[in-house]
């Protein structure tokens, strides 16, 4: 379990002691249930990690849109619902290049606008080769907590834990054209052990991808 699971877990258990002891067990079971609940929710199970060329899912839930974007990105969404695990994980080994932090609304994150206009953090993972990944914790309509656990300049490992999203949620993960997408919509997916993705080029900077990590592309290549 994650350390913000115990917190949850400590303070329902605690307020279901004090109000059990002065009101009786009926009236503190909801509390023990809701944390029960956030036992499991925060739990934080081991993944075995694929090696090779991949770019792995950062997040478990399903596969809710593989979309083309402008000069040969490919943006693929994943949805969240509030019983999968929400740890997330880097989909690929490198450095951490950029954290943008954008405010915004909190829509039902399985909606398609969701990835543009709702709260989020926008992680930026370049490789010693060039390759550059983009994903996006993103806020739901529940989830309304984001949680980063690296800084700029970090070095990371595929399938490593970057952070969580309380409760509902998304994550999106940006492509360049080098990469072979091998999820369709309706998967499942599950954090740092499943393949989105199969290196099948050169590495190919874009402007597009540059937009979306808000740098210029001379100051992100290697």
Not at 181 to 203: F, H, M, N
């Amino acid at each position: 379990m994650v350390r913000d699971g115990i917190y949850y877990f400590l303070a329902f258990t605690t307020a279901g002691v004090l109000i059990s002891a002065f009101l009786g067990p009926v009236f503190a079971a909801p509390l023990f249930l809701v944390a029960a609940f956030c036992a499991w929710f925060f739990r934080d199970p081991e993944r075995p990690l694929p090696a090779g060329p991949f770019a792995l899912s950062p997040s478990d839930g399903k596969v809710v849109a593989v979309v083309p974007e402008p000069g040969g990105l490919t943006r693929i969404s994943i949805f969240l619902n509030i019983f999968d695990v929400h740890v997330n994980r880097s989909p690929i080994s490198g450095v951490i290049s950029d954290i943008t932090y954008q405010q915004g609304k909190f829509l039902v994150a399985s909606r398609e606008d969701a990835s543009s206009d709702n709260e989020q953090n926008i992680i930026t993972v370049r490789a010693n080769d060039g390759t550059v990944v983009v994903f996006k914790q993103i806020a739901g309509l529940i989830a309304r907590r984001i949680v980063s656990y690296k800084n700029v300049g970090d070095p990371i490992q595929a399938g490593e834990r970057v952070g969580l999203i309380k409760f509902g949620s998304r994550c999106d993960v940006i492509l360049g054209p080098e990469w072979r997408v091998e999820v369709k919509p309706g998967q499942r997916v599950s954090a740092g052990s499943s393949i989105l993705a199969r290196r099948a080029g050169q590495v190919a900077w874009s402007n597009e991808l540059a937009a979306v990590v808000g740098k210029e592309p001379a100051l992100c290549q290697t």
